[in-house]
């Protein structure tokens, strides 16, 4: 199979989303000049260009792509090709209203925007796979061509009749027989048993609460149906140029799909990033993220989209101040990168998204957007040879599956202050802010790389997954489990005695008495820390090692933390602080150090390969102590004992 | 017509719902192992039963239910058996889409969570006949059966077209004809005249205001329409077992049932009563309930649902704290309870309550909760010979009437603020706190038994309530009347004057020039007091004994307390320690006492038969002086001079 | 044309909405004592009579109307007849669907409230029409008519089918081709490209961001839908009585009508006022609203509709304290108004308005309400002979577009915290608290009468406009524009570089690198004051006279405001202080003085013609010096050196 070193070749990749449809030709040679000003070598094409390419029900007219694929051929460009499928032309949902999706409440998505198109229509996917057919017949040899990109952001839903009864489909499949349907859904609950297949439809607008079994088979067949869409495409390309790769960009931490699930159907891990630059945790959300995707590629992966300023769909959208992208955009190269691009290149004069920057903003080549984008183009040239192709080990993982989010951050559960991102990016946190660079896992993937294994929250565990946690700790590994895990099996069904027995086991856990959620804001006093959003009436069975106890209040004296082993179960969540030390500690117990020791807390050091990346996210100056000579790429100076990041800056440090 | 009685015969009912379907048959007799070691006596069975016992429309399958009654039959179990026409199965919604209702902007409510069925659906209706006639015709001569329990927490509305049909023939009935509805409805403002009957559909939605009378009259089709399917499902089952009461359970102060004009249907009034523990005036919340229910029982009535734990349904769900399932139950004894049940049994592993407690919780017989429910079952057994059947006698009625909570509660009305069970609540908490027991009644019952009347609002009084807090006052009875009191008819016409004009005359004002509603958290100053949310602007006509005046702002030294001879006029709401110093004050006025003097704050007392409850809602323990030797039930102990409750404790003391 | 003084004929009209129909025959006598009593000379009659008059379709009923048509004549009550058609009767929904808006979302909007007709209607047009006709043939002879009043409040949307098509006819006038309309909408962006006229839809329910464009060609559309409704009803009832003024009553700030359009097709410019009692700057919101009538009609303008005490749709209605009625009132008279009416005469014992106040309350001829309405009839009546017909001069013009506010005020732009309304209020509060009268004026409109020109915010400016802002600089003009000026051109395309160049030139800046929207309550510094909402990161070409820079963070040193020769530009919208000080220095400095020098700050003071109006909306007294000797047409005194108003008091002093 192809991956994405076929398409950087030792480079990194860097442009963004090219759509000259929007712009007179006249300005396409002027795009040219500035993107080889700028060091572009790679630009999406034709995301959004259905309308054009088949302006009228089957016919083609590919003219002007022809024109622009060459253009950058011949400015050595490289092209990432998109199918235009994520925005079916208005013609589609006048002549097939089949293809729109109805919400929960049986409410139309018109077009007029895009995505209004159902995963689940017939006549839709038929005209996906024309017009993909003959994209891929007309352009797989094209000698500019080095990736295949499907869709855009696949995030729909569809609770209208066809996907009712392709839901019914897949609910056959996975359940085969309605008996097991009605077994896993618990529809002796509430008079739900079904009688006969075609009573069954998507979960609904009901009038009180929702079946949550119901709900998470939905997920679970929202995330494979555009699963399917995908791999469609995808065939079609591969059979024409089975030499290119092809992605697909997920949005981060997106509920719509299983990307662990997705990543496996994908040559190229790609995603899309947007952390708001006045967030004070941007770049933490930035560095899971990258962590995240990394995992899901199992090496080099694809920043497919950022801004290189504001963003429009925010309340207030701001700009990157000086220095931000860059800093960012390296962070993603030290994080695992090799291609680092932008949604879009020229800023959009009209439309829905003419407030989201480009690399080219309304100021154009004279506003400082662009001539960032430069600077950065120069930096990412210089470090490519070093980087490109390496690979970064953590060794430390922390556990993610899509299906328990689903099962868990429903309706009518204990507390909806606790939601599954929530506990991932707190815990993560606990690690960036100590230094210590983690990859994520799925429960059930192979943990014997990781000395140190963390569960934020796994409300539900398959059993396969609950042994790999059990055969990890067997196997000598530390594990480090938060609350609310090990609650449920794969059908949503409460495990005797609300927690896993193996698991209760493993911690030293007798019987749990009751879940005692916080309100928001509230704390609760624990020995040495507080703990926020949770706490827990706990009976251990006297076979743990240490506890730590709840003070005061209705848990006073009651095990807040255990500690069995190498097994840990934190009841609650510490605050920020707390958890850091109690996670740095537990870490270096598993032999586990962080990148450098006395960092100062504004500067991130990761490694890749043989690479020593620092980013200074503060706003002054800082020094950072180095552990002997290097040589930094981006300066092309060598540092010895000491560097000095300015605002912003970042050094990528060669022992 | 049989009564409560017949089912406790001597005893305090113990139980709750039982959904034995949900389990696999092995757990049955482990269940019956469990509630006998807790003292349950009576189980609620078939709730939820629909698509068990009519898999197929038509089909009956009463196997496992006959295997689960003889069961309780043979352990000497109680079953209260339910018509199970709340939820009905998934094939009545896909085979009859006319049975499912419409929300006023059209949508449907689907199947795939409970209660999805229009109450004026034929279909409907004939299909929960013959699912009672049968269940009655099986089970009405099982001599475990010791009460029927008709669907659930009735609590749907309608809009759609086969209830707009019926809404015309209640209009029909109401009003006779067309014109006599347009003058009721005031159609001649915005052009509302009807000039057919077809032409008169719900209040569905407008582009601005709705007519509010037409609101009013749908609230109370609404109602009636409920009470229709519940009637005919109670006449069904006690033509096949006319020595069996009959009973629903509300919800408590749910808008959408006169429960008044319910309760005189029921042989059996229940409540579903679900305070949050973490509420500081949970205990209120209860004892107003308790209240209210035991007034329109007219004695004795049944706790239908509690939770031994937490619910499912909040944002947060805290537990209830070591003690409190146990005082919040015998509160409810104290208040005329002689059934405290819970919903439910077995905690479901699936479905969407399952995280809503149960008796025997997740963690099962080690668990907290069924420790604690064993206690209780003890507890109950022990006090109930002393208790079951007897009255409990209160000397102050507060009014109160779902018309005028319907007519009052809408939009366009002078502030928002202002909500009908927010000064019912205010208005009892200040009694509860003076240990002023209260009942409840309908401004049109028979009032004689009262020295005290209290009107928090009633914004609606027919003439026939007006007629009748004239002729309390007239026969020697005090009554206190808060703003918003009889401004409107029984059509929703506001009454010449903004208020009635003999109220008017009863209180001494002359002229109501303007109501001044408070701004959230605003408060208007009195002499003596502060006022909340209301003030008036008020003209006496010089015949009042005395007035409070307003101090300060737009309004000083205008009236706003009045009071003529026993009848007092109080235009704002007083801070809380204000109005329970007010209403204890006329309370000694007109002879009312406290149960017991000097109690500490965090102590509830309650007098039922001859006996006296305390009970201590503080976490800390306190003593309490009693006047003269008691015995307490609880302990078995001779208290003489003082008795000490410990956190949450109670006693239950006979002379 | 006639006009509002042929309505007026030396008088200031007082009176309001008559709705007789809902009220006894027997109470019109005691209506037209009491009208006469307090000095009232039009009421407006038949605003919501459809259904009276046309009880079923077809059929007409004019008896009623005739009675109290010729009551008033007969009272020497002038008569402003209104077309019927905001409401239709219930059997126009019934029995043509099609009449019935629907929402975005597909909704239907029902009868039972009002406003429930299609502009795009058919249907509803050829009844509109026939009812109008009948209407205007009938009375348009009567003596005691003086003015038509079409419809009420034109304010609906409609998404429907039929709506669609009309939608298409517009589009096509507009934009002659597809093509066009393509260019004009930017449909290269996300695939919208439209093949087929029958393909283009309003901008429903999308999946996601809806075309910018699209939207803003729709609320021109609905601007001219509406239109096209009054003026086919104008066009009948002028056929008919070509001597009498015709009007429709504006929603003030209203978005869906672009009002200055409207006020070219009406004889005489009205409008409703209701600034609620509490808003601190009450006051200025209702000097705004008559500046922009008053700019809107040219001259004299009629108050439609305002409040004698509460409103009913506020979330808590407060009443009007004593006096405020009066003072505001006048404030209308100061700022031209020559009618002063209400909505409504008599307060409604029913419907969705029946705690809206009239001019008669619920309390009657007894309540403070009417008395003060008495008193102000006396008031009007001594001061309309040197009033009515005048003209007031404002040497300030603040310019206002609804098609900017239509194009700037969308989704996924620069930041949500920023609106038009409230950017011409902060402006129009700042030269308010200067004591500094403006009108308001369109940008495309002749200037030259107006030293100082302000334009808060206009997004979208079109050539022509942007030539008009030019031409008044180079004529001598001084011109101060605030952020996010000219941006967009008319079909919503951002101008290249972010902002017009000849704006851009004008001001002095080079390039705009970055917007910086700030977050809700940030401020930014800048050297002497503050801003709020925004700022900009702007690159001076050193052509500026003056710029006062950002202190501090990101943009330190950057300029906030610059200034070249007579022309401003304000990056940051300043703190009020600072604004009003700002405009008042910019004003002195273009020879715009305010109406008096050292007014305490709660003292308005406008000229009216001759005459000088100072209104006190302070609670105490307050002493005004004044330039000469005076007479006070309000007390007739004659007033020398210092003049001191009361409580809400006024003066309307002639030199």
Redesign the interface.
């Given at each position: 199979m192809p991956g994405l070193g076929d398409a950087t070749r030792g480079r990194i990749l860097y442009g963004g989303d090219y759509?000259p449809?929007?712009w007179p030709e006249e300005t396409w040679p002027e795009d040219v000049r500035l993107m080889r000003q700028a060091g572009v070598n790679t630009v999406t094409l034709g995301v959004?260009?259905?309308?054009?390419l088949e302006?009228?029900p089957g016919e083609r007219d590919f003219g002007w792509l022809d024109r622009i694929v060459d253009l950058m051929g011949e400015a050595g460009i490289g092209v990432v090709l998109a199918t235009?499928t994520a925005?079916?032309?208005?013609?589609m949902g006048?002549l097939h209203p089949d293809t729109l999706?109805r919400d929960e409440?049986?409410?139309?998505?018109?077009?007029?925007?895009?995505?209004?198109f159902s995963h689940s229509s017939a006549t839709y996917r038929r005209y996906a796979a024309a017009i993909t057919e003959d994209l891929a017949a007309r352009y797989a040899g094209h000698p500019a061509l080095t990736m295949w990109h499907i869709n855009n952001e696949y995030c729909?839903y569809d609770w209208g009749d066809e996907a009712a009864a392709r839901f019914r489909d897949w609910l056959r499949d996975r359940h085969g027989t309605l008996d097991a349907l009605n077994t896993a859904?618990?529809?002796?609950?509430?008079?739900?048993?079904?009688?006969?297949w075609?009573?069954?439809?998507p979960?609904?607008?009901?009038?009180?609460?929702?079946?949550?079994?119901?709900v998470l088979d939905f997920k679970r067949f929202t995330s494979d149906m555009l699963l399917e869409c995908y791999t469609a495409e995808r065939d079609i390309v591969r059979r024409h140029s089975p030499h290119l790769p092809v992605t697909t960009n997920f949005m981060p931490l997106w509920a719509g799909q299983d990307a662990w699930r997705w990543a496996e159907e994908e040559d190229v891990v790609s995603v899309d990033l947007y952390p708001d630059p006045?967030d004070p945790f941007g770049a933490q959300e930035g560095a899971l993220v990258q962590d995240m995707t990394r995992s899901q590629a199992r090496g080099p992966w694809m920043l497919m989209e950022q801004a290189a300023?504001?963003v429009?769909?925010r309340?207030?959208?701001?700009?990157k101040?000086?220095g931000l992208n860059r800093l960012w955009s390296l962070q993603a190269v030290a994080r695992g990168a090799d291609a680092v691009c932008y949604f879009q290149w020229r800023q959009?004069?009209?439309?829905?998204?003419?407030?989201?920057s480009g690399m080219v903003?309304?100021?154009?080549e004279?506003?400082?957007?662009y001539q960032e984008v430069t600077r950065l183009g120069a930096d990412l040239a210089r470090i490519a040879p070093h980087v490109a192709g390496t690979h970064s080990t953590a060794r430390v993982a922390v556990l993610h599956d899509w299906h328990s989010w689903w099962a868990g951050d429903q309706?009518?559960?204990?507390?909806?202050?606790v939601d599954h991102p929530g506990m991932l990016r707190a815990w993560h946190r606990a690690l960036w802010q100590a230094h210590l660079t983690a990859d994520f896992a799925h429960p059930e993937h192979d943990l014997s790389a990781y000395p140190l294994v963390l569960v934020p929250q796994l409300y539900l565990l398959t059993d396969t997954a609950v042994d790999n946690l059990l055969a990890h700790v067997h196997g000598g590994g530390t594990l480090v489990c938060g609350f609310l895990t090990g609650v449920a099996d794969e059908?949503?069904?409460?495990r005797?005695?609300?927690m896993d027995a193996r698991l209760r086991d493993l911690f030293g856990i007798?019987?749990?008495?009751?879940?005692?959620?916080?309100?928001?804001g509230e704390t609760v006093a624990c020995e040495g820390f507080h703990g926020t959003l949770w706490s827990e009436?706990l009976e251990a069975d006297g076979t743990a090692d240490a506890t730590t106890p709840y003070k005061g209040g209705?848990l006073d004296g009651l095990p807040a933390v255990l500690r069995k082993g190498r097994a840990w179960y934190v009841s609650t969540l510490p605050e920020p602080e707390a958890l850091r030390d109690l996670l740095t500690r537990i870490a270096a117990g598993a032999g586990v150090r962080p990148v450098l020791d006395g960092l100062p807390a504004q500067v991130e050091a990761v490694r890749r390969g043989d690479l020593l990346f620092l980013l200074n996210h503060g706003r002054e100056p800082v020094a950072v102590d180095l552990p002997g000579p290097h040589h930094d790429l981006l300066t092309g100076a060598d540092v010895t004992g000491r560097v000095t990041l300015g605002r912003h800056g970042a050094a990528v440090l060669r022992p």
């Open positions: 759509n449809e929007q959004f260009s259905w309308a054009k302006p009228r235009p925005s079916p032309p208005p013609w006048h999706p409440e049986g409410r139309t998505e018109w077009w007029g925007g895009r995505q209004h729909t859904w618990g529809t002796a609950f509430w008079s739900q048993g079904y009688g006969d075609a009573e069954v439809v979960p609904r607008h009901p009038h009180y609460l929702k079946n949550p079994a119901q006045r300023g504001p429009n769909w309340g207030v959208n701001h700009p101040p000086r959009s004069r009209q439309g829905a998204e003419k407030f989201h903003s309304h100021a154009g004279r506003g400082r957007t309706d009518a559960r204990p507390s909806r202050e059908d949503d069904r409460v005797p005695g609300g007798r019987t749990l008495h009751e879940w005692w959620p916080l309100d928001a009436e209705e």
